[in-house]
């Protein structure tokens, strides 16, 4: 075996990726006191922004409905706490807050999925509205509370929650990539209808990978809710959480899976860094950036990284070549 | 109960005489240009805000700024036009690329345009006293900024109507609307009148948010909900038809009076079932063809 071999792209990455995971499960042992709940955040954001983009990367159905599933795993875990105490074992409490998303985008997804882009997009956005209504309306009327709160977790705890979902989330975007589902929702991104002609049952493929995304949404939204431990539904349902995972997708690149990936990270940890100071400066700045890929980067970040991969291929391989030469002269 | 029908009929013409200009321009921009502008609401919220500054700043009368800032919206729509989206629309391999690219141009300008007026105005909403004084008209006692307000927003929908119908331009434009290859192939500049056309959807925007400025308080956060009731109208009166978007407008606007009076929690969710049904039993509106 040379260097070439091993080199591959179809060896380093799967290390790569071990270490990381390892690195990061192995975080709260020697990181300074206050680094544990940013990277939580970051996650947190990450994992909005892929599974954002499990939807509408390749079927190119512009969702603006992500904070009404992640208000829902939020108010999920809001309901299922009582007195700072929770009424199942944590993990099913996530479950649960996924699950709830997850049967949201069904019934939103089998009456509005057939609808074309624009349509969906126009209503996805009010979906939020809509929800957080509905849920004023619940508590107001209903169980006559204002908001709850919601017992606290340990922070560590909801890391390794928040890592384990983001890994689950990854690995279900890679194997979609690599299944008909995800051939299925290719084609119906570049051409809907020869798409549902070859036999995809294009509103089924939709519906699922749209539930399947917000499965995420909610899970995550249901493990926040224990650290923000104070819940109403204003705070749960917040436009911010539909339009950031648009954004960081977008600037990160959708055709890449790492995308996001490093779109959710740039973001989240750029406004951590210039939130506190410029807030207002720092959303002027990102939206300009998104206006920017837009125009001259359609691939997003990440297709300047493929960019630059492959200068950085060449340049090996003419000198692993221009070494073997040398190796053949002097024989 | 039965005195305040006249007044809950006059507010609802009010509030939807400005939802129908909110309404006319999203439906321009993208009947026309084809750009979905999710960022409309924060233009009608910008001109609202500059309207305030430059009453409180030099003193000029709001009815002056309608002028002032439909003007300066116009030129920057059609300059927002013929950099960005134009460049987009060029660069897409189809229209439902282009589509979607444009909406999310417009998504981060959203973001660009709401930052820029926190750091301008930032604080609490504002207010500004404009003829602020009662009037009784047909028996029912009215602000006279209302009627101000509503008498201009008909004066410019009316007005823009017949530019639409009754000119060359508006001729040209509606010829792009239809169908913008064969519009070109007859003589027409359509880069121009798409640029011009996303001009006056801004310039729309502009002269509902001076109007919105003179009757309510404005707060930076307002943008979003006219997005969203500009949606909601343009669904209603059809996606792509200004006397649709009129009506539409007038219409939501009743139909949010009379709901603000008996159930003010409701008002959202009810305009929300409406456009899911509307959406689901007609998407093409009431005046829109199928």
């Known amino acids: 075996m040379n260097i070439a071999t091993f080199a591959s792209k179809r060896f380093l990455v799967p290390v790569v990726l071990v270490l990381i995971v390892v690195l990061l499960a192995t975080a709260p042992l020697y990181t300074a006191l206050g680094t544990i709940p940013l990277m939580t955040t970051i996650l947190m954001y990450i994992i909005l922004a892929v599974s954002w983009t499990m939807f509408s990367g390749p079927t190119g159905y512009i969702s603006l409905a992500s904070a009404a599933f992640f208000g829902c795993g939020i108010y999920a875990s809001a309901l299922l706490f009582e007195r700072g105490a929770a009424l199942l074992p944590l993990p099913a409490v996530i479950v649960m807050g996924g699950l709830a998303a997850s049967c949201f985008a069904i019934i939103v997804g089998l009456a509005t999925l057939r609808l074309r882009g624009i349509y969906f997009t126009m209503f996805s956005f009010g979906l939020l509205e809509l929800a957080r209504r509905l849920f004023q309306y619940y508590e107001f009327y209903v169980t006559g509370v204002r908001g709850r709160y919601v017992g606290n977790v340990d922070g560590n705890t909801v890391y390794y929650i928040m890592l384990a979902i983001l890994v689950a989330t990854l690995l279900t975007v890679y194997f979609i990539r690599r299944s008909r589902l995800g051939l299925a929702m290719q084609g119906i991104g570049k051409n809907e209808e020869a798409a549902a002609h070859m036999g995809v049952n294009t509103t089924k493929v939709k519906v699922l990978t749209f539930a399947l995304s917000a499965f995420f949404m909610g899970a995550t939204g249901a493990i926040v809710a224990t650290r923000w431990l104070y819940v109403d539904p204003t705070i749960a349902f917040n436009l911010n959480y539909s339009f950031l995972p648009l954004l960081m997708a977008i600037v990160g690149g959708v055709g890449q899976p790492y995308g996001p990936v490093v779109g959710g990270f740039a973001f989240a940890y750029l406004r951590h860094v210039l939130q506190s100071k410029t807030p207002y400066y720092f959303m002027l700045v990102f939206g300009a950036i998104m206006v920017l890929v837009i125009l001259f980067l359609p691939g997003g970040l990440a297709s300047l990284i493929e960019r630059g991969r492959h200068r950085l291929g060449g340049l090996m391989s003419k000198l692993w070549k221009g070494d073997q030469a040398e190796q053949h002269a002097d024989t | ?290």
Not at chain 2, 112 to 133: E, N, S
Not at chain 2, 164 to 169: A, C, H, K, Q, S
């Open chain 2, 1 to 290: 109960m039965i005195g305040f029908i006249p007044k809950i009929i006059f507010n609802g013409i009010l509030t939807g005489g400005i939802y129908a200009l909110v309404a006319m321009g999203f439906t321009l921009q993208y009947g026309v240009a084809r750009v979905l502008n999710l960022a409309h609401g924060e233009f009608i919220m910008f001109a609202a805000f500059s309207t305030l500054s430059l009453y409180v700043l030099f003193g000029i009368n709001p009815l002056l700024s309608l002028a002032i800032v439909a003007l300066g919206f116009w030129i920057i729509g059609f300059l927002l036009h013929s950099t960005l989206f134009r460049k987009l629309l060029k660069s897409s391999p189809s229209l439902g690329a282009f589509e979607s690219s444009s909406l999310l141009a417009a998504f981060g300008l959203l973001f660009v345009i709401q930052a820029t007026a926190k750091i301008i105005w930032p604080g609490l909403p504002w207010r500004v006293t404009f003829l602020a004084y009662p009037i009784r008209i047909l028996g029912v006692q009215v602000m006279a900024n209302q009627v101000v307000a509503l008498s201009f927003a008909i004066g410019i929908a009316l007005a823009f109507y017949f530019f639409l119908m009754r000119t060359r331009m508006g001729k040209a434009i509606r010829a792009a609307a239809e169908d913008r290859a064969t519009a070109g192939f007859m003589g027409i500049n359509t880069d121009r009148v798409l640029a011009l056309c996303f001009g006056l959807g801004a310039a729309l925007a502009g002269f509902a948010g001076v109007l919105y400025s003179m009757c309510y308080s404005v707060s930076t956060n307002m943008g979003m909900n006219y997005t969203l009731i500009a949606m909601i109208v343009v669904v209603l009166g059809g996606l792509g038809s200004v006397p649709g978007a009129f009506i539409g407008g007038l219409i939501l606007g009743i139909i949010s009076e009379i709901l603000n009076w008996t159930q003010p929690l409701f008002a959202m969710p009810a305009f929300y079932v409406i456009f899911i049904i509307l959406l689901l039993v007609r998407p093409t509106g009431i005046m829109g063809k199928s």
